[in-house]
T-cell receptor, first 115, second 114 residues
Framework: AQKVTQAQTEISVVEKEDVTLDCVYETRDTTYYLFWYKQPPSGELVFLIRRNSFDEQNEISGRYSWNFQKSTSSFNFTITASQVVDSAVYFCALSEAGGSEKLVFGKGTKLTVNP | DAGVTQSPTHLIKTRGQQVTLRCSPKSGHDTVSWYQQALGQGPQFIFQYYEEEERQRGNFPDRFSGHQFPNYSSELNVNALLLGDSALYLC?????????????FGPGTRLTVT
């Protein structure tokens, strides 16, 4: 069975601090996709990144970076020099390619960036 | 290019009533998935529709049913509403066979059951 665990329920930082959001996943499949979504107070899920299970290269996009480690089944997300606009709930999700096409989400981490 | 749209935005119903939520997929998409997001939780998969048929279903009771129309739009129906059905209902659209790869989410319908 698939499972995504986001152990951090809430994180509060001061603007310009770096913050890492943890994600640990479980799956029996060898081929799968991992995602991060941002959910601002408006409610809409905003896609941030997708990685497939064969690509363990870390990725950087501006202030965002992702660290994928299959050995520890983790897909962590770091925001560098956080800003107030980064305040949101962040979800990590997993799907199995070629099989069930549903997304399995973690419970989310609420990030508050204080000025 | 219109994204995924959902209606209504908000809805208040009484226990025991029935509700219908609507979703129009992103242009070019043929598959619609529905998710329920309770307060403080991650979205949970309800079911997926393709070619006007339910293709997959999550762990939800039969009170939850759906429909897909020839234009790919979809409805989610919930009968005999319970207080626990209060949640944000999200619709996601995709291309069949690529739902595991890419889903676009709508803004959601917030349902309150009193």
């Amino acid at each position: 069975a698939q499972k995504v665990t986001q152990a951090q329920t809430e994180i509060s930082v001061v603007e310009k601090e770096d913050v890492t959001l943890d994600c640990v996943y479980e799956t029996r499949d060898t081929t799968y996709y991992l995602f991060w979504y941002k959910q601002p107070p408006s409610g809409e899920l905003v896609f941030l990144i997708r990685r497939n299970s064969f690509d363990e290269q870390n990725e950087i996009s501006g202030r965002y970076s992702w660290n994928f480690q299959k050995s520890t089944s983790s897909f962590n997300f770091t925001i560098t020099a956080s800003q107030v606009v980064d305040s949101a709930v962040y979800f990590c999700a997993l799907s199995e390619a070629g099989g069930s096409e549903k997304l399995v989400f973690g419970k989310g981490t609420k990030l508050t960036v204080n000025p | 290019d219109a994204g995924v749209t959902q209606s209504p935005t908000h809805l208040i119903k009484t226990r025991g009533q029935q509700v219908t939520l609507r979703c129009s997929p992103k242009s070019g998409h043929d598959t619609v998935s529905w998710y329920q997001q309770a307060l403080g939780q991650g979205p949970q998969f309800i079911f997926q529709y393709y070619e006007e048929e339910e293709r997959q279903r999550g762990n939800f009771p039969d009170r939850f049913s759906g429909h897909q129309f020839p234009n790919y739009s979809s409805e989610l129906n919930v009968n005999a509403l319970l207080l626990g059905d209060s949640a944000l209902y999200l619709c996601a659209s995709s291309l069949q066979g690529r739902s595991s790869y890419e889903q676009y989410f709508g803004p959601g319908t917030r349902l309150t059951v009193t």
